[in-house]
């Protein structure tokens, strides 16, 4: 367990440039530097959180942050606008509140382990026999900041969709569950090892984790060779790379045999404000649930329904804007905290993103993202999207296949941005062959084409 409170002190000045660069974790011992003050991400490291706990630090997002709370695409929780006052205090009242922070290497389980009826095999011990032994080296090793270790048990609700470097996979054969390991990459893409049972784990992760501290601070699973790895573990090579499960959709309500009834939620935008979390949980508290598990896609589940409650529960989410289904359009736009939270923005991105829902629908039909920044730097999307929107002091600027830091190939301000964002939909429906997704007739028609539609109509 981590001491939180011995963690939490900022960095010094020579340690603040480095920790706050992109690429950095931001945790509470290290938080990374944006636009709206200073970020930090928690991995809670019980496999669920009381509600009391996440009421909690819903809470604390409000009285020492900027009063939203996100779960991040991985199922971290994320709290922006603190300061290097809050900080200390924002660590100690998730101390009080006696919620573990894992800190160090991610280890990431699937969000349901332990309760999945389906899952082949308990990835939790491995997890933290791989923790102990990390915390227990006398020189500790120096990994990557954002290096991940995905032990994945199987079940309906796996991580092979979510990238790693290192991953288990669990697999289950005639005479008994065994891992397979595999380097960088989702778990159809990433590059095999070969399987191991039991005791031969371990030993395996740590020969890999060494390795990558010998090839120093920005190594990464995708850089290392599987074939030497295979050598170096002493493992047989797999013959082929077994099926890839897809996992069930989160949002909706779950039966899960023995373990009961769980409910899957998302968030929209990835973001909801703290007070709202807090008024829905109580809420919830009263249907019977306790906890809550957080999971990948900005989403979570609550644990502790009834079938006769998680009806009730499910609608009291849909009304609070939850997201309850797969397909939702809102999937689609990730946004920024813009101008309801930042000082540095010149968008109001939630509002934004509601508009382009009801102008231009044809975007979004879950094969691209747009991106809505409530400026150039781009916090809620570092990465590239399709289309992107930034807000400048002059209007909106948009970039086709960019970040937000790119040089916007169009522009408009306020009183044309409706009559933009319904042309950029309106040319997906004008365009689009029959099959055809809107990401590839937007790549097809072409950034000149897709900017002037923006600008000009
Ligand atoms: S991208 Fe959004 S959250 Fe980040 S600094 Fe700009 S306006 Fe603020």
Not at 38 to 44: I, S
Not at 202 to 215: F, G, N, R, W
Request: hydrophobic share 45%.
């Amino acid at each position: 367990m981590t001491d939180l409170m011995s963690s939490c002190a900022l960095p010094s000045t020579g340690e603040t440039a480095a920790s706050m660069r992109r690429g950095a974790c931001p945790s509470l011992a290290a938080p990374m530097q944006t636009g709206d003050g200073l970020l930090v991400r928690l991995r809670p490291d019980d496999d669920s959180l009381t509600i009391p706990k996440v009421i909690a630090i819903a809470a604390a997002a409000e009285r020492y942050g900027n009063g939203i709370l996100e779960i991040t695409a991985r199922g971290n929780l994320q709290l922006r606008g603190l300061t290097e006052a809050s900080v200390p205090v924002l660590a100690q009242a998730i101390d009080d509140a006696e919620i573990t922070i894992a800190e160090g290497l991610a280890i990431e389980v699937p969000p349901l382990t332990g309760i999945d009826p389906d899952e082949i095999a308990d990835p939790r011990p491995i997890a933290t026999e791989l923790r102990e032994a990390l915390r227990a080296r006398q020189l500790p090793l120096t990994l990557a900041p954002k290096l991940s270790v995905v032990i994945d048990g199987g079940g309906r609700f796996g991580l092979g969709a979510v990238v790693a470097d290192i991953r288990l996979q669990a697999l289950s054969t005639p005479g008994g569950a065994v891992w397979l390991l595999s380097l960088g990459g989702t778990a159809a893409k990433a590059s095999i090892v070969g399987a191991f049972a039991g005791d031969a784990v371990m030993p395996a992760l740590i020969t890999i984790l060494e390795k990558l501290a010998s090839l120093g601070t920005t190594a990464r699973g995708r850089n290392l060779d599987a074939a030497e790895i295979r050598v170096l573990c002493r493992c047989d090579a797999v013959s082929e790379r077994p099926a890839v499960m897809r996992s069930a959709a989160i949002p909706g309500i779950h039966a899960l045999g023995d373990a009961g009834i769980v409910l899957g939620l998302g968030l929209a935008f990835a973001q909801v404000e703290a007070s709202v979390l807090a008024a829905f949980l109580y809420q919830f508290q009263e249907l019977g649930a306790h906890a809550i598990r957080l999971a990948p896609g900005h989403a979570f589940f609550v644990l502790g329904l009834r079938h006769e409650t998680a009806g009730v529960a499910l609608g009291l989410a849909a009304a609070r804007g939850f997201r309850i289904a797969e397909e939702d359009p809102r999937n689609e736009i990730a946004t920024c905290a813009g101008s309801r939270g930042c000082a540095s923005a010149w968008m109001e991105t939630k509002g934004m993103a509601q508009r382009l829902i009801d102008a231009a629908p044809d975007l979004l039909d879950g094969s691209l993202t747009v991106h809505l920044s409530g400026c150039a730097k781009g916090c809620a999307r570092p990465k590239p999207s399709e289309l992107t929107l930034v807000g400048a002091s002059s209007g909106y600027g948009l970039v086709v296949n960019g970040a937000a830091n790119g040089l916007p190939s169009a522009y408009t301000d306020e009183n044309g941005m409706g009559s933009a964002l319904a042309r950029l939909g309106l040319l997906v429906r004008q365009n689009k062959d029959a099959g055809e997704s809107a990401q590839s007739c937007l790549t097809r028609l072409g950034a000149a084409r897709v900017s002037a539609a923006f600008e000009q109509g």
